[in-house]
Antibody, heavy 122, light 111 residues
Framework: QLQLQESGPGLVKPSETLSLTCTVSGGSISSSRYYWGWVRQPPGQGLDWIGSMYYSGRTFYNPSLKSRVTISVDTSKDHFSLKLNSVTAADTAVYYC??????????????WGRGTLVTVSS | NFMLTQPHSVSESPGKTITISCTRSSGSIASNYVQWYQQRPGSSPTTVIYEDNQRPSGVPDRFSGSIDSSSNSASLTISGLKTEDEADYYCHSNDGSIHGVFGGGTKLTVL
């Protein structure tokens, strides 16, 4: 069964770059049936879509974060990555990676990773 | 872009039926599919409804979704409430592309 696992530093200093990786196991990230994405959740708050990508490298970003976000893929390692630069305390959140079925037009998340907490603090 | 507005919290007794609303601020609710996610404390979200009214396998038929164009809103209805349904519920839609928007979430208390 396919699983997603986030990994990366749990603590990032203000103004630095947050870097996370999502590893896909039990399946291939190169499947034409799926897109892949990142969602974050600040402590005690709701969900916020960061961006999504296709295995070809095509990316889509939340306009509110677009200037600071890069999502990339490494198909040879079956993982995709998130970089968020110039972070502030407002970027402190649990970061989830998730899968989106390409069929239909729902663009919904059908599988989620367990999430990883990233704290921005000096 | 548009916003999705949900009630902050709802509560009901076990065995009863509850409906959580999700109102779209601009554009038609019917123009793009709506999803609903359940998030229990300390856990990742899981999908309970996708594409307005579809249930993933394993989700009981006590969960149903609907769209009301007159109020420009979507609804998640849970019948026969169980204590295990206590969770946060988020609606989600998009702008016609993969760009997603989440509602603020509704805390369901089953008491």
């Amino acid at each position: 069964q396919l699983q997603l696992q986030e990994s990366g530093p749990g603590l990032v200093k203000p103004s630095e770059t947050l870097s996370l990786t999502c590893t896909v196991s039990g399946g291939s990230i190169s499947s034409s049936r799926y897109y892949w994405g990142w969602v974050r959740q600040p402590p005690g708050q709701g969900l916020d879509w960061i961006g999504s990508m296709y295995y070809s490298g095509r990316t889509f970003y939340n306009p509110s974060l677009k200037s600071r976000v890069t999502i990339s893929v490494d198909t040879s390692k079956d993982h995709f990555s998130l970089k968020l630069n110039s972070v502030t305390a407002a970027d402190t959140a649990v970061y989830y990676c998730a899968r989106l079925p390409a069929a239909g037009t729902g663009w919904y998340f059908d599988l989620w990773g367990r999430g990883t907490l990233v704290t921005v603090s000096s | 872009n548009f916003m999705l507005t949900q009630p902050h919290s709802v509560s009901e007794s076990p065995g009863k039926t509850i409906t959580i609303s999700c109102t779209r601020s601009s554009g038609s609710i019917a123009s793009n599919y709506v999803q609903w996610y359940q998030q229990r404390p300390g856990s990742s979200p899981t999908t309970v409804i996708y594409e307005d009214n579809q249930r993933p396998s394993g989700v009981p038929d006590r969960f149903s979704g609907s769209i009301d164009s007159s109020s420009n809103s979507a609804s998640l209805t849970i019948s026969g409430l169980k204590t295990e349904d206590e969770a946060d519920y988020y609606c989600h839609s998009n702008d016609g592309s993969i760009h997603g928007v989440f509602g603020g979430g509704t805390k369901l208390t089953v008491l």
